[in-house]
Every structure is written in structure tokens, then in C-alpha cells.
């Protein structure tokens, strides 16, 4: 019986284009050809004017909170059907934990930014980067930023490691901030990235247009971009730079955001000794980093920094595990580590790995390397590599070569400031990882790596049993790295949606900026009624509802009570000649008294529709307020976030106020924000 053999398909205007077959895609495993690439010719002119037409408007259509919820809701759909992706991922020659930091790691990334935007982005499609600043003397002209989407298409452009998580981890960030992307996966694991989109088209959570998917070469999408538009691109740095020159972008001023592989390194401390925990976690972190995925990491451990005197013990403990390392298909029970992606991998790996080893020592390699399973022969297995560099200060090739596979270099330093020197040869990387029990290392060597490493990650006994390593980015911290490594910045939490928002200076009266920005700016009109806004549902609020509340004269008894309920007895409250010495003159109330007592003004006592004041934001204490001062708050509404119900939860969202505390000269003495949980109108 002959099998038919899959033709990958591109996602092009929300049709899948594709029949004809083009180049063979083999199994990393036995080298079979499991998919093909199609032949057909993509319009790219199509391609950019449905996101641009289509998908711009049906993202708008929903709000940061909207597009949050739809990204949860994706993650539980994949998660769902993540067994489909689990099954095809076997053919890139992944294990199945590899295939879990891509799949079940994909999925996470969506829930992360389904979080950051529930959390920290507002209803609508508008995000006030206050504060607003005065730019007059009376008060009639201010200035703000605003951040607000593009109306352009963001461009993707991933490697071949991570088929899965590659794709979700931009496009989660770049659908939050309402742009659609266009997603091109190298060829190599294509099919895997196909199987993602297709179930995500599947769940029926994808507006229109908002994601489209390319199979094989780019042609002249790039030509097709202008300043609306965003690149981003993971690889190497050779292909980082042709794009980075790209005539179109560099025209246009297209932001290009790169995340380029680089020599990371892992510094073992001179703190440490074989007898300590820190270093056997040294030892099986280098190991980690380079039998996971095969090495195909971006993170991964190129460079093993160590201290001289300890070299031998080092060497023979990695010697050791990476000698117990089984690797094979691996749906083989107790295989441990899989195939590279590829027999072009393969090439390419065993090129650099024959330059890398010139000059130096291979401590183990491929003498008795036999990987296990039936038709391995004519997969695409590496032998896990480890060299030794002598004179690593004195060889280039260790710092500029890299064998993006199970390969990792040590290499021997005899003081810290050597360490942190060959680590800077590498011209940027991604990740170091510093191992050390000594603070006072960290303190000493953490901010000369930062200069030239995207993230630091520090490894001793207190965090090991809770880091994810040194080798896994994660939604809520920056992932990329200066010089070699792209000089980008990828994730990183709400930073990375504000990549993909334009950012506007805006001026103009502070009635005007609140209402471009759909939140309060101290100086805009208000609306004031005798009714109480804590007396509003979320829904009949309105941006600038404002109470001026009754005033208050703060008495020596107010700030003795407040000392005995608190405990709070600071001189300043209480010793009369202390406080007489100070730059102040005299007794001052506790801030937190004046921060009571302003909610005893503004405070609606009466069952209504504030449910709780669950948080505060931006306190300032501004002036010291004496006996005798009289204050008043002013209560307005500042923003409203509109949050999706809950099962067994009555209707409600967030709703941020305005507190200016005023004393009797009208000077401003404390300034804030509170957060409230506010019901909606109950439905008739």
C-alpha cells in the first residue's frame, strides 16, 4: 500500500494554499521524508492587505481585556489537543520533555499574557503612559504618552528549535496589542508550527486576519512593509544582520527586533569547591544545556567557565554523565536525549564542532557513540560533544564559532575578573549563568556580566529547587541580549505589548488628554452631582464622576489614638523638642493616619455597589500635615477596567480613583490611587 506523504500548507487571507509538493521533510529519526513543503506561489500582496484590511479591524473590534481572554481561552484549546502536536513533534527528534518545554511551554506563554493583560492593561485600545506632565503655568496645557496599536501587520520570522513555542511567544504579545502577524516558521519543523495554527484556528477564537502562516521562502513580503509594520526574527546572527540591512526596513523605519543565537556561558565561582552543593549543580546545568533538545537552544551552554584548580573535577564529573546519556529514537524507553532537527543540522553541527576542535581537546565526543532504534542510522544524531580549551584567552575559535547542538566548550581561568573577561568574548549573549554560595561574588561580578548578557541567572542551594534554569526564557522577564545576540529584546511581560504599540507625545488641556486617553488628568473638568459615585454601579460611572468631601481639623488626641492602634510611636508623632529640631518644626501626623482619615471622608457607609478597595497605587506623602491642619480629599474617578465574569461571581470590574488630600491652604500633602471592585447594574 503506498502512503501518501502530507504536503504542509500556508495559511494565506484565511485560506490554507498548498497541493503541489516541493522539498522533502524528513524524520530527525530515520530520515524518511514525512511532510513536504508545497510549491505554490504565495501573494505576499494578499497576504499584508488581509491583515492590514481584515485582521486590524477584527482585532479592534476587541479590547486589551477582550484579546487577553481569547489568548486563555487558546491555551486551554491547545492544551486540550496538545496529544495531536505531541504525536508530530516525534519526527524533529525531540524527546518528550524537549516536546514539553515547546508544546505545554507554548500554552504557558499564552496564559502568562493572558494574565499581563488582564492584570496590567486597561479596557480599550488606548494605554495612558502618565503621568501628565504641566506645561503652562496656569495649569490650561499639559502634555502625556500615549501608547496605542499600529495599524500594520507584524511580521514573524522564527527558527527551526521550537516549533510551537517560537510561534506563540511573539504572537501572544503582538495579538494582545491588537496587530495581526504573519508567521513564518523555518522550513526544517514547519509542520509542527502548521499542526499549532491549525488547531488554533480550530478553537474559533481567531478573529479574522489576525493570523496568517508561511510555508517556505519570504519572496518579497519585506518589500511589501512599511512604517505601520514590525519584524521580528529568531536565528542566527548572520541572518539577523542581512535582515537588520534590509533595504525596505531600513527606508521605511520599520522597528526590527532580533533574538539572535550567541556563545552563552556559565561561570562556576572560585567560591566553590567539588565538596559543595553549587558544584554538582554547576555540573548538571552545563549537562542540561547541552543534552536538552539536543543542544538546539538558543540559551544553551556554548562556554563553561571554570575555575583552573578545579578543571579535572569538573571535567570527569561531566565526562561521567554525559557517558550515562543514552540517546536514540525517542520512543524508546530510557532514551534520554533525541536527534537534531535535521541531516543539514547534522552537517552543519559536525563542521563547527571540526573547527572548534582544532588547537583544542575533544573530552568526549563520538568514539562508541550509537544511538539506539531501528533505522537511526540515517537520522540526524549527534554525539553529546564536550572540548577543552587550554588558553581560552589566547584561541578566538571558543568565542566566535558555535555548534548549535549538543556541544559545549570548557574553559579554565585563574581569577574572577578572567572569568567575567572571557565571558565578554563571546561580544553578547542571551543567558550567563553565574554559580556561586558567596554574595559578595554575586555583588562583585552580576553587573559587569549585565553589560553584556540579556539575563543573569544566579545558581546556588537556597534557588535550585525552584529555578527553571538556565536555558528557560520566561513570559514575565526580557529574553534577548546586546551585540552577538541581536540586541533585541523579546517577552519581558508588558514590555513586550508596548513593542508592538506606538508610543505618541500628546498635548493639549488636561480636559482634552483625559478624554484621548479615557482616564482622569488632574486639571480636567470633572462631574460633580449630589450623588455619591460610590453610590454608582461600574457601568453608570463616568470618567471624571468627582466628590469634594467635608473637611477634617487633625487633633494631638487624633495622633495619639492612631499611635496606640497602630504601635507607630516615631518620634516625630510624639516627642515634641525632637520633632521641634527637625526639618519640619513640630509634631507631624502619621502618613497612614492622614491616609485613614481621608477614606473616613470619602467613604460611602451604606451597603452599595463597592464591593472592596483591594489595592493602592502611586501613595506619595507630599507635605507633613500638624495639629491643628485641616485636610480634604477630593475622590475622582481616574479608569475602569472591565473584567469578564466569573462563574458564581456577580458581574463587576476595577475601578481606579483619584485621591488628592488638600489641607487649608489648598496645598496638595498626599496623593494616590485606590483600586475598587465595583458591581455592575444587575440586569432587569
Known amino acids: 500500500m503506498t502512503t501518501t506523504i502530507p504536503t504542509v500548507q500556508s495559511l494565506i487571507a484565511g485560506r490554507w494554499l498548498g497541493a503541489a509538493p516541493a522539498s522533502a521533510l524528513t524524520s530527525a529519526i530515520d530520515g524518511r521524508t514525512v511532510y513536504h513543503t508545497h510549491a505554490e506561489a504565495i501573494d505576499f500582496g494578499e497576504a499584508v492587505d488581509h491583515a492590514r484590511r481584515t485582521g486590524v479591524p477584527a482585532l479592534l473590534a476587541l479590547d486589551f481585556q477582550e484579546r487577553a481572554q481569547r489568548l486563555r481561552a487558546l491555551a486551554k484549546h491547545l492544551t486540550e489537543h496538545k496529544e495531536a502536536l505531541y504525536a508530530v513533534s516525534a519526527h524533529t527528534g525531540a524527546t518528550r520533555s524537549d516536546s514539553w518545554i515547546d508544546i505545554e511551554g507554548g500554552a504557558g506563554t499564552l496564559i502568562a499574557y493572558a494574565g499581563i493583560g488582564a492584570n496590567e492593561l486597561p479596557s480599550g485600545n488606548v494605554v495612558h503612559e502618565g503621568p501628565a506632565l504641566p506645561l503652562g503655568k496656569q495649569g490650561r496645557f499639559a502634555g502625556t504618552h500615549l501608547l496605542v496599536p499600529r495599524r500594520g501587520v507584524a511580521v514573524h520570522i522564527n527558527a527551526f528549535n521550537f516549533p510551537v513555542w517560537g510561534l506563540l511567544e511573539k504572537f501572544a504579545p503582538s495579538f494582545l496589542a491588537g496587530m495581526p502577524c504573519i508567521a513564518k516558521p523555518a522550513s526544517a519543523t514547519s509542520y509542527l508550527t502548521e499542526a499549532t495554527v491549525r488547531l488554533m484556528l480550530d478553537s474559533g477564537l481567531l478573529p479574522a486576519g489576525s493570523l496568517q502562516l508561511v510555508i517556505g521562502g519570504t519572496g518579497d513580503l519585506l518589500n511589501r512593509l512599511d512604517g505601520q509594520d514590525v519584524v521580528t526574527f529568531t536565528g542566527s546572527a548572520d541572518t539577523a544582520a542581512k535582515l537588520r540591512a534590509h533595504a525596505n526596513l531600513l527606508r521605511n523605519g520599520i522597528p526590527f527586533n532580533a533574538e539572535a543565537d550567541s556563545l552563552n556561558c556559565a561561570i562556576l565561582a572560585p567560591d566553590v569547591t567539588p565538596d559543595d552543593e553549587e558544584f554538582d549543580l554547576f555540573v548538571r546545568e552545563v549537562h542540561r544545556e547541552m543534552t536538552v533538545k539536543a543542544g538546539q537552544k538558543c540559551t544553551a551552554i556554548r562556554r563553561a567557565i571554570v575555575p583552573r584548580r578545579h578543571l579535572d573535577a569538573v571535567a570527569a564529573r561531566l565526562r561521567e554523565r554525559l557517558a550515562k546519556t543514552v540517546v536514540g529514537d525517542p520512543a524508546l524507553e530510557g532514551v534520554k536525549m533525541g536527534a537534531l532537527a535535521s541531516k543539514a543540522q547534522q552537517r552543519d553541527v559536525a ?334
Not at 394 to 402: I, K, L, P, S, T
Not at 474 to 500: S, T
Open 351 to 684: 563542521e563547527r564542532v571540526e573547527q572548534l576542535a582544532r588547537g583544542n581537546t575533544v573530552l568526549h565526543g563520538a568514539e562508541g557513540f550509537a544511538p539506539r532504534g531501528d533505522g537511526v542510522g540515517e537520522g540526524a544524531f549527534f554525539a553529546p560533544t564536550l572540548l577543552l580549551c587550554e588558553q581560552p584567552l589566547a584561541n578566538a575559535a571558543v568565542h566566535e564559532v558555535e555548534a548549535f547542538g549538543p556541544v559545549s566548550t570548557l574553559m579554565p581561568y585563574d581569577e574572577i575578573d578572567e572569568a567575567v573577561t572571557l565571558a565578554a568574548r563571546g561580544r553578547g549573549s542571551l543567558v550567563c549563568s553565574l554559580v556561586t554560595k558567596d554574595p559578595r561574588t554575586a555583588a562583585h561580578v552580576v553587573p559587569q556580566l549585565a553589560a553584556w548578557h540579556g539575563r543573569v541567572h544566579i545558581l546556588e542551594r537556597e534557588a535550585a529547587p525552584e529555578s527553571t534554569g538556565h536555558g528557560s526564557p520566561l513570559p514575565m522577564l526580557k529574553h534577548g541580549g546586546p551585540g552577538r545576540a541581536g540586541g533585541g529584546e523579546e517577552l519581558g511581560g508588558v514590555r513586550a505589548v508596548h513593542h508592538y504599540l506606538q508610543r505618541a507625545a500628546v498635548q493639549g488641556s488636561p480636559t482634552m488628554l483625559a478624554a484621548a486617553s479615557g482616564e482622569y488628568v488632574r486639571g480636567a473638568a470633572l462631574n460633580e452631582s449630589e450623588l455619591h459615585p460610590f453610590r454608582r454601579h461600574f457601568d453608570e460611572l463616568q470618567i471624571g464622576d468627582s466628590l469634594l468631601t467635608h473637611r477634617r481639623t487633625v487633633s494631638e488626641a487624633d495622633i495619639v489614638n492612631f499611635g496606640g492602634i497602630s504601635g507607630d510611636y516615631f518620634y516625630m508623632h510624639f516627642d515634641e523638642i525632637a520633632a521641634k529640631d527637625s526639618q519640619f518644626g513640630k509634631r507631624i501626623a502619621h502618613g497612614y493616619f492622614v491616609l485613614s482619615a481621608a477614606a473616613g471622608l470619602f467613604v460611602w457607609p451604606q451597603v452599595g455597589p463597592v464591593l472592596a478597595n483591594y489595592g493602592l497605587d502611586t501613595l506619595r506623602f507630599v507635605k507633613p500635615v500638624g495639629i491643628g491642619d485641616t485636610i480634604q480629599a477630593r475622590l475622582t474617578c481616574k479608569r475602569k477596567i472591565d473584567k469578564p465574569a466569573k462563574p458564581g461571581t456577580a458581574p463587576q470590574g476595577v475601578v481606579a480613583w483619584d485621591v488628592q488630600v488638600t489641607n487649608q491652604h489648598g496645598e496638595l500633602v498626599a496623593s494616590y490611587d485606590i483600586l475598587t471592585l465595583v458591581l455592575k447594574r444587575p440586569v432587569a
